[in-house]
């Protein structure tokens, strides 16, 4: 199946620094990544659509300003924590839908657990 | 009412149990769904995809799905520990929509 890479796996920082967070799709494009954020036995809250070439979507509640999106090119989305606090600290996760044959679905990365100090 | 919620939740069954995981949702118009699994601090894994109304079934798992009472089910036989983990329900309208996921049901299989 599709393999979605993310980096760094963790990040611890302190308060104030901004975090950059890697999203690829190792073996297929991807015009469209979601980011989402999952704290301690919660379920997975959709942060921002990722669209390559144009703005990423925010959704609603999500400042824009404090998590940037970029989508440089078809396999890779970054997202930016900007001048992170300590509630901020969540696990950040990406995804990706398929393409041809594997067009059904999305693809997940491992995660990357972020915490600010 | 939640857009998409799921029951039950925690649940713990021995060994070799069969345990039914279940979803319901309130739109209509979900065509996708999905059941990921989630081990502890890792990403979610997709398990089973069904487009549209009926069963679907690979190995241990069985998915169902009716649409006509909005409501999704994943069926494990022969639990394993290995199985222990969370599972999300998900499900969209279209294809490279974004998906809603269920809040997740923590399975604990018991040795």
């Known amino acids: 199946g599709a393999v979605v890479s993310q980096h760094p796996s963790w990040v611890i920082c302190k308060s104030g620094t901004s975090v950059k967070i890697e999203c690829r799709s190792l073996d297929f494009q991807a015009t469209t990544m979601f980011w989402y954020r999952q704290f301690p036995k919660q379920s997975l809250m959709l942060m921002a659509t990722s669209n390559e070439g144009s703005k990423a979507t925010y959704e609603q509640g999500v400042e824009k300003d404090k998590f940037l999106i970029n989508h440089a090119s078809l396999t890779l989305s970054t997202l930016t924590v900007t001048s992170a606090h300590p509630e901020d600290s969540s696990f950040y996760i990406c995804s990706a839908p398929g393409t041809t044959r594997i067009q059904e679905t999305q693809y997940f990365g491992p995660g990357t657990r972020l915490l600010v100090l | 009412q939640k857009e998409v919620e799921q029951d039950p939740g925690p649940l713990s069954v021995p060994e070799g149990a069969i345990v039914s995981l279940n979803c319901t949702y309130s739109n209509s118009a979900f065509q996708y769904f999905m059941w990921y699994r989630q081990y502890s601090r890792k990403g979610p894994e997709l398990l089973m995809y069904?487009?549209?109304?009926g069963n679907k079934e690979d190995g241990r798992f069985t998915a169902q799905v009716d649409k006509s009472s909005k409501y999704i089910s994943l069926f494990i036989r022969d639990s394993q520990p290995s199985d222990s983990a969370t599972y999300l329900c998900?499900?969209?309208?279209?294809?490279?929509?974004?998906?809603?996921f269920g809040p997740g049901t923590r399975l604990s299989v018991l040795p």
């Open positions: 069904t487009y549209s109304s």
């Open positions: 998900a499900m969209s309208v279209n294809y490279g929509q974004n998906f809603v």
